[in-house]
T-cell receptor
């Protein structure tokens, strides 16, 4: 059974600082997704990572995937308050088409 | 495009009542799914469908039924609501032919069962 774990669950950081959110998953998968959710809102797709070594960047966020280690990272560079949200990773359960989500990381960027 | 439309946005039920959460998408997506979101537990997959007439169970299917008679619609039915089903429910869809296959989410339904 596919399990997806994120850490940390809560991250409080100062503006201008860098940090990384980690996403581990338990079984082989061919793709990994990162989503953002603002309070009381729906989920917004950030990145889709399709292969080992894939790296995608948008603004202050960069995501990478290591399928051999079953690990994805979401790196935040020079955080700003607008990045405050909950970030989820999700992994496709292979042929089953099930998308399994991690528990989420609540990011609070303090001035 | 409207994308993924969920109704209602809010609902309060009494224990034992039944109801249907509606989900419709206008993107001709083959794949549709229902998730529930509870504090500290992320999103958990309830049921999903890879096309009209095909449904399957997710992580937490008990207490919920689904059907997929058309490509556009994927309703979620609670036959006898329980307080444990108090949650926020999200419907999502994606294209099976798109390499990225990212999920598009509806705006959610806040359900309270008293």
């Amino acid at each position: 059974e596919l399990k997806v774990e994120q850490n940390p669950l809560f991250l409080s950081m100062q503006e201008g600082k860098n940090y990384t959110i980690y996403c581990n998953y338990s079984t082989t998968s061919d793709r990994l997704y990162w989503y953002r959710q603002d309070p009381g809102k729906s989920l917004e797709s950030l990145f889709v990572l399709l292969s080992n070594g894939a790296v995608k960047q948008e603004g202050r966020l960069m995501a990478s995937l290591d399928t051999k280690a079953r690990l994805s990272t979401l790196h935040i560079t020079a955080a700003v308050h607008d990045l405050s949200a909950t970030y989820f990773c999700a992994v496709n359960g292979g042929a089953t088409n099930k998308l399994i989500f991690g528990t989420g990381t609540l990011l609070a960027v303090q001035p | 495009n409207a994308g993924v439309t969920q109704t209602p946005k809010f609902q309060v039920l009494k224990t034992g009542q039944s109801m249907t959460l509606q989900c419709a998408q206008d993107m001709n997506h083959e794949y549709m799914s229902w998730y529930r979101q509870d504090p500290g537990m992320g999103l958990r997959l309830i049921h999903y469908s890879v096309g009209a007439g095909i449904t399957d169970q997710g992580e937490v299917p008990n207490g919920y039924n689904v059907s997929r008679s058309t490509t556009e619609d994927f309703p979620l039915r609670l036959l006898s609501a329980a307080p444990s089903q108090t949650s926020v429910y999200f419907c999502a869809s994606s294209s099976q032919t798109d390499l990225n296959e990212k999920l598009f989410f509806g705006s959610g339904t806040q359900l309270s069962v008293l």
